[in-house]
């Protein structure tokens, strides 16, 4: 369940980078992390924090921030509001990219579409179970 202050960086979020509240609260529900959370994937990469931002990440923030990787690993993995500015980020880069919001949602998980296909699937599905948008499928 998001809390209030979570709740309040995530609309920050979607505001500062243009992207839909919706599509990042359908995401947060399928990601299912928490702040702290560090879980290791198949090829050695991890997913941090409650929206489960991958480390592949990690050296351009560091980069774009001026900070180590391990400082920016910590805040991404440590810091809800850091964490889901991240990924109102990442899916606002996708945006740009496809200029297609279901497409952006599938690359968030994957560009491998049978791996994104399905991801975005269930993020959409969480957006219409929670009401979260008004259109018939």
């Known amino acids: 369940m998001m809390n ?33 959370q560090q879980v290791r994937n198949k090829n050695g990469s991890y997913d941090l924090g409650p929206m489960q931002i991958n480390t592949i990440w990690i050296p351009e923030l560091a980069k774009k921030w001026g900070v180590s990787e391990a400082h920016a690993k910590k805040w991404v993995r440590d810091d809800a509001c850091t964490n889901v500015g991240v990924s109102a980020w990442i899916l606002r880069g996708h945006l740009n990219e496809t200029h297609n919001l279901k497409e ?30 008004k259109n018939k499928r």
């Open 104 to 133: 952006a949602i599938a690359h968030y998980h994957s560009r491998t579409p049978k791996y994104g296909n399905t991801y975005k699937k269930k993020v959409i599905n969480v957006m219409y179970k929670n009401s979260l948008v």
């Open 4 to 36: 209030e202050a979570f709740a309040a960086c995530l609309l920050l979020a979607a505001q500062n980078y243009a992207v839909p509240p919706a599509a990042l609260v359908g995401i947060y529900h399928v990601e299912g992390g928490k702040v702290g």
